[in-house]
């Protein structure tokens, strides 16, 4: 532990140096890079200094109940040498998590996805509730949100929302919410108060960016209307939305919130990339089972995650096999808590399977 410790002192306070060094100092992209190295050791460094003090104390304390006699300074050693274990230990624990491999996509931006499934209606009423508290949860935490996509059915109902999530580790806060998020209440149309199933998608997509994935122009078709404003509104008679055909994967993107064709099909592009290295990255899983840095979630939108029962007011995560009681509470925005306690869970999971 210790020398793994001292590597990591030592890298964090070269970095250091090479930050002051005046030859480095004139090459931007290099300081960018070394800010981001020492950005992403400081944890495990400031973690490594606080381990190195207190087994500096554990081991003064030892030799002094091994060489002295007087009880008061046996006592005061006694109680220094408790307090640095008890530390020690608690800081173990938290230096194996850090020094945790890290999902590549963790400080990435987002786009969540959300499709309604089975029972149509109750689906989309559960989607709009599920929408707002994701918005109202972003926007707590100072994330900026955007919806860029919205698809509609023929009997106009949304059957897609795209949202775009931009802020500090969007992805790594939210990537556990993939899945199918599945609610139980009784309809209003229901005259035998018979509860009813219904289920809504959730998927988010780490955002790409153009080093993660290529796309030939020789494999769009894009398609430009007049355009139209969320619900199928006429805003203008511009040839302002965008439509993208992606021929390999029949993957249809349709961005028209914006009166300037050119936005529409910056995001358009934007959404496309997403899916695709989504795409990429669902196959990875497959091939690998499981990534190493995510053991609670198979990375399976098919897979059911968490149930919401309206009747007994409880909401239930099925991966960390826990339930909690004020649905309306945690459907507001307060998830936080179970944010945390998956990404805990995973971090558990992941320190099982290392090699600590």
């Known amino acids: 532990m210790l020398d793994k410790l001292q590597s990591i002192i030592k890298k964090y306070e070269s970095l250091k140096e090479q930050m002051m060094d005046n030859e480095i100092a004139s090459d931007q992209q290099r300081i960018m890079n ?40 046996l006592d005061m050693a006694q109680q220094q040498l408790e307090e640095a274990k008890e530390k ?23 786009y969540l ?35 860029v996509e919205e698809q509609m059915s023929d009997i106009w109902w949304v059957k897609l929302v795209i949202v775009r999530i931009a802020g500090e580790s ?10 199918v998020h599945r609610v139980q209440r009784i309809p209003e149309t229901e005259s035998q108060w018979r509860v009813h199933t219904s289920t809504v998608t959730v ?13 030939d122009p020789k494999d769009i078709q894009m398609d430009t209307y007049a355009g139209s404003s969320a619900w199928w509104q006429n805003a203008n008679k511009n040839q302002t939305w965008v439509r993208l055909h992606h021929l390999p994967s029949w993957l249809i993107v349709d961005i028209w919130d914006s009166k300037s064709q050119m936005h529409n099909k910056e995001k358009a592009f934007a959404v496309l990339k997403s899916r695709l290295y989504q795409i990429e990255l669902d196959k990875k899983i497959q091939e690998e089972k499981s990534l190493r840095w995510n053991q609670i979630w198979s990375g399976d939108r098919s897979e059911k995650i968490r149930t919401y029962n309206y009747p007994q007011d409880r909401v239930t995560d099925h991966r960390i096999h826990e339930s909690r009681s004020n649905l309306p509470s945690i459907l507001m925005w307060n998830i936080e808590d179970i944010l945390q306690k998956l990404t805990l869970e995973n971090q558990t999971k992941l320190l099982e399977a290392s090699q600590w």
């Not at 989309?124 to 955007?146: C, G, H, P, V």
């Not at 969007?170 to 899945?179: A, L, N, R, T």
């Open 170 to 179: 969007v992805y790594s806060i939210m990537k556990f919410e993939s899945g």
């Open 34 to 73: 070394i800010s981001k190295e020492m950005s992403q050791l400081e944890d495990s460094y400031n973690l490594s200094i606080e381990y190195k003090k207190y087994d500096s104390q554990l081991k003064e304390a030892q030799e002094i109940l091994e060489t002295e006699s007087d009880s008061d300074i």
């Open 113 to 147: 996805e959300i499709r309604p499934a089975a029972w149509w209606d109750e689906a989309w009423l559960f989607w709009t509730e599920l929408l707002k508290m994701y918005l109202m949860y972003a926007q707590k935490k100072w994330r900026k949100t955007e919806i």
């Open 203 to 215: 998927a988010i997509m780490p955002e790409a960016k153009d080093v993660d994935i290529k796309i």
């Open 88 to 110: 020690l230990e608690d800081l173990d624990q938290k230096i194996k998590f850090a020094l945790l491999p890290k999902d590549p996509n963790d400080d990435k931006d987002i």
